[in-house]
DNA sequence: CTGTATCCGCTATGATACTG
DNA sequence: CAGTATCATAGCGGATACAG
């Protein structure tokens, strides 16, 4: 028997899975990269952020600013602007989130491969 | 205007978005994690993974098998046992995923005083 | 431009019962 | 034990219209 690894997150009414929950969200991954090149608006993160829905990206967004990862700010300016910048605690999720970005980059024609032959053998 | 990422990932039409959404996915993750420590039972699996049910282990599993990143270990005993364990390519994705795992561990306190702040405001 | 407000279908997920 | 089959439901997420 394998060593169980001692993983709150694994624990369903631990508070940490409710953060794992959010972060480990394919929105979340693409925001969060996107952001990692600095303050950007919402247009942009709508234009960078290829197929996520205003509203998605809206909730996407509060979500991360209560969870203390992005800072949202507002211009009175018309036609107005907000932009979003990731707070220190956000840059720390850039790394892991990127990794997980490249990973599927770097691992596409594997991972293409491996359906092909599944889906062959179905 | 920051420098935008030139991240495949980001376009939507693009094969490794596809893999990306499949392994920025909290079930994805934790099954990753829990695998990482050696060839686990599926009961066993179901058990680490607290919350999981049958269906949803079953899915998760068979999406994994198929992206290859996870061998299907059958034994003709009864009762059946069955076994799961990581790829080669399946533990190159085990740093990433773990690193989320071990982030949302690690900040839980910051990200819950951020929730309490932002839930006082509104 | 940056949202919010609906409406609504689809998918993900859970519960339960059943099979080999 | 390791699933599969079925049903029921919640919530994600898309489309559209509208507001500040």
């Not at 409710?18 to 990692?36: F, P, Q, Y």
């Not at 247009?43 to 909730?59: N, P």
């Not at 949202?72 to 997980?100: F, K, S």
């Amino acid at each position: 028997m394998p060593q169980l690894p001692a993983f709150d997150v694994m624990t369903a009414t631990c508070p940490s899975r409710t953060s794992l929950v959010r972060i480990a969200n394919k929105w979340t991954a693409m925001v969060v990269i996107a952001l990692s090149s600095g303050r950007m608006r919402f247009r942009d993160l709508r234009a960078t952020v290829d197929g996520i829905s205003a509203k998605v990206l809206t909730e996407t967004l509060r979500d991360l600013e209560r969870d203390g990862l992005v800072t949202r700010h507002m211009y009175a300016e018309v036609p107005p602007r907000v932009e979003y910048e990731l707070t220190a605690l956000g840059r720390t999720l850039h790394a892991p989130l990127h990794a997980l970005g490249s990973w599927a980059e770097d691992h596409i024609t594997e991972v293409l491969a491996a359906r092909e032959s599944y889906d062959a053998r179905q």
